[in-house]
């Protein structure tokens, strides 16, 4: 069984700075079936990133994916107020077929 | 425009049942595979189940929490997934979404059904 953890938990930042959230996987993800959500209070999760570096429709450039095997990455180049929120990844294709990671926070500092 | 709309949750006993609904529009449904994600007040995402659209054969998927208690199914006519649960237990208490699958991730979510299971 695949689980991923995500590192770190909450991360302080302040409206300006760039943030870097990990993904790790106990066993190698295929990079086409890694996916970053964004969740706000409230509301359903927002898909940012699928195939581990291709942005979905409508997510600002400053959202980039990288990463390959088992450890993933996602950037967030210059935060913007809207940012701060709770960040998933995602993996399907291993047992079970589909599973997240426990979500980084991101909180202004 | 895509559209999601969940429904049916509400609050049942511990061993009661539950059937939960997802009215889809802007798309073609019966071509999509599905999936029900829930989410335990403040807590994380977890996958709970999965279809797959009329290409797959509408092939079903459960995680082990679920699996025996719950059942996915869809009614491609009426471009509508359900969620028929069993047994419900208190851990099951959580907000239910569905989900549209877009190359293994998720491109569209429902707005929720909370679903509280408690005596």
């Known amino acids: 069984e695949i689980v991923l953890t995500q590192s770190p938990g909450t991360l302080s930042l302040s409206p300006g700075e760039r943030a870097t959230l990990s993904c790790r996987a106990s066993?190698?993800?295929?990079?086409?079936?890694l996916a970053w959500y964004q969740q706000k209070p409230g509301q359903a999760p927002r898909l940012l990133i699928y195939?581990?570096?291709s942005r979905a429709a409508g997510i600002p450039d400053r959202f980039s994916g990288s990463g390959s095997g088992t450890d993933f990455t996602l950037t967030i180049s210059r935060l913007e107020p809207e940012d701060f929120a709770v960040y998933y990844c995602q993996q399907y294709g291993s047992s079970p077929l589909f599973s997240f990671g426990p979500g980084t926070k991101v909180d202004i500092k | 425009e895509v559209q999601l709309l969940d429904s049916g949750g509400g609050l049942v006993q511990p061993g009661g049942s539950l059937r939960l609904s997802c009215a889809a529009s802007g798309f073609t449904f019966s071509s999509y595979a599905m999936s029900w994600v829930r989410q335990a007040p403040g807590k994380g995402l977890e996958w709970v189940s999965a279809i797959s659209g009329s290409g797959g054969g509408g092939r079903t998927y459960y995680a082990d929490s679920v699996k025996g208690r719950f059942t996915i199914s869809r009614d491609n006519f009426k471009n509508t997934l359900f969620l028929q649960m069993h047994s419900l237990r208190v851990e099951d208490t959580a907000i239910y979404y569905c989900?549209?699958?877009?190359?293994?991730?998720?491109?569209?979510w429902g707005q929720g059904t909370m679903v509280t299971v408690s005596s």
């Open positions: 195939g581990a570096s």
């Open positions: 066993q190698s993800v295929s990079s086409t079936y």
């Open positions: 989900a549209k699958d877009y190359s293994g991730a998720y491109d569209f």
